[in-house]
């Protein structure tokens, strides 16, 4: 598996880790909620679109 694969592994299991400590949906950034059009395009992101720029 190249480093890409192993990268989105990271990514969903840092994901899954959000999910069970209930910030999922929450940016880790400036903890306001990330929209659910963009928890739909990127499932695993865990800034919202402001932070992410």
């Known amino acids: 598996m ?3 694969g192993l990268l989105e592994i990271r990514r969903i299991k840092a994901a899954l880790a959000r999910i069970a400590a ?3 949906g ?3 950034k400036c903890g ?6 963009r ?3 990127l499932p695993d992101t865990p800034f919202c ?3 992410a720029e």
């Not at 306001?32 to 059009?37: G, H, K, V």
């Open 26 to 28: 929450i940016c880790a």
């Open 22 to 24: 209930g910030d999922y």
């Open 39 to 41: 928890l739909d395009v």
């Open 49 to 51: 679109r402001n932070c």
């Open 32 to 37: 306001q909620d990330i929209t659910s059009e």
């Open 2 to 4: 190249g480093n890409a």
